[in-house]
């Protein structure tokens, strides 16, 4: 049975984040440390919603296959014959065997390992063999076409593949609507990936994560010399149906990364005028304004209440390919921003055993809005 948020959280605890006033409550503790809250959030907000689940280009050709978990459900995206990309529900049809459990490409059809069923890479159920004795692959009351895999429904845009496990979320275009609207004329139709960055586990619920992203407040703070070129007061913030987060305008030029002497010396850091945009549930896309554009995408997947594995994929909007040296220098710094910002997550994470801030702290009305907005969209979805 299902709990009301209520239940988890604390009728008082939900009450005071609902109550109206200047100055505005954090999601209480148990949305970061409760199971059942996290099973409550699984289902309402990543199942219910057009998810991110992953990258297209991760398969770019028929037969290639690729396993993932979106709401805790294992799912698996298959590129057809037909050039189509479909998604699974990643389970057998015959005992449940989870199906596919890494990636793999040049496939003609998925294989159970179990008992060999076979299934066409459009999900339909080739071969049961023997499952009505030695060589008799017919029996009665048995329908293969009954038993092919339960297609998900999905919707690539761009590189990015979503996806609403229970079928009930309003219509995707829709869903698009506030980032399109907010993004306007970027031209993502020629975004090449460039940079790939699997970044592991870390410590801390995901939506630590993801107010962190949605907030510049923390930034002079925490990346002192990282963002030393993205000061506090050239940020704004964006709050627009289900899209918050925050930006900034760099006065003057928009400058670029530093020059390759600076580099040497290990003083690359952010300088740019930049979006720091979530898509609610989890559509991190970060843009980073320069000559030669770019575009950020993370995926976090929620792996407990204190996990979460994060990856993110670096694409440029035209413009000539940077060389290694150069790619490696923003792996090195994203590496570094990364580290500085999971270093608060995982305290935040700690925190959050404490009695003391059960209420969930409070916001900042100046720097906190994308933020606030976030968890809104988070009570509201669990509350539904
Ligand atoms: S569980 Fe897949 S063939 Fe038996
Ligand atoms: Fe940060």
């Given at each position: ?156 845009w761009q590189d990015w593949i979503f996806v609403n496990i229970d079928g009930g979320a309003g219509d995707f275009q829709e869903f698009l609507a506030p980032l399109k609207d907010y993004i306007g004329d970027l031209n993502l139709a020629t975004a090449t990936p460039i940079l790939e960055m699997d970044s592991g586990v870390v410590n801390a619920n995901w ?178």
């Open positions: 049975m299902t709990l009301r948020v209520e239940t988890i959280l604390g009728e008082n605890l939900v009450a005071g984040f609902n109550a109206a006033g200047t100055i505005k409550k954090g999601l209480p503790s148990g949305a970061y440390t409760s199971d059942d809250f996290f099973r409550l959030e699984q289902e309402k907000v990543f199942q219910a919603n057009w998810s991110l689940a992953g990258f297209a280009h991760e398969l770019p050709s028929p037969g290639d296959a690729r396993p993932g978990m979106l709401g805790g459900v294992p799912i698996v995206a298959i590129h057809g014959h037909d050039g189509r990309i479909r998604v699974f529900h990643n389970v057998c049809r015959h005992r449940g065997l989870k199906l596919v459990d890494k990636p793999c490409s040049g496939k003609k059809r998925i294989t159970c390992p179990y008992h060999a069923w076979a299934y066409g890479l459009d999900g339909q159920l080739l071969m049961a063999p023997h499952f009505g004795g030695i060589g008799k692959r017919e029996v009665d009351g048995f329908d293969y076409a009954d038993h092919g895999l339960k297609e998900v429904r999905s919707e690539i939506k630590f994560l993801t107010e962190n992203f949605a907030e510049p407040y923390h930034v002079p703070v925490v990346h002192p010399e990282t963002a030393a070129g993205q000061p506090l007061k050239d940020h704004y913030m964006i709050k627009d149906r289900n899209l918050v987060g925050c930006g900034i305008n760099i006065e003057g030029d928009l400058h670029d990364l530093q020059p390759p002497e600076e580099k040497a010396n290990g003083r690359l850091c952010l300088d740019i005028s930049a979006w720091y945009l979530v898509l609610f549930p989890h559509f991190n896309f970060f843009v980073y304004f320069s000559d030669d554009t770019h575009v950020y995408v993370m995926l976090n997947t929620p792996l407990s209440p204190s996990q979460t594995h994060q990856r993110r994929v670096i694409y440029q909007l035209g413009g000539e390919v940077p060389d290694q040296e150069t790619r490696d220098a923003w792996r090195k710094l994203n590496e570094d921003v990364i580290r500085e910002d999971w270093d608060m997550a995982e305290r935040l994470q700690e925190g959050r055993a404490s009695p003391a801030i059960s209420d969930g702290g409070i916001m900042s009305p100046a720097w906190e809005v994308g933020e606030h907005g976030f968890d809104e969209l988070i009570m509201a979805a669990v509350s539904r």
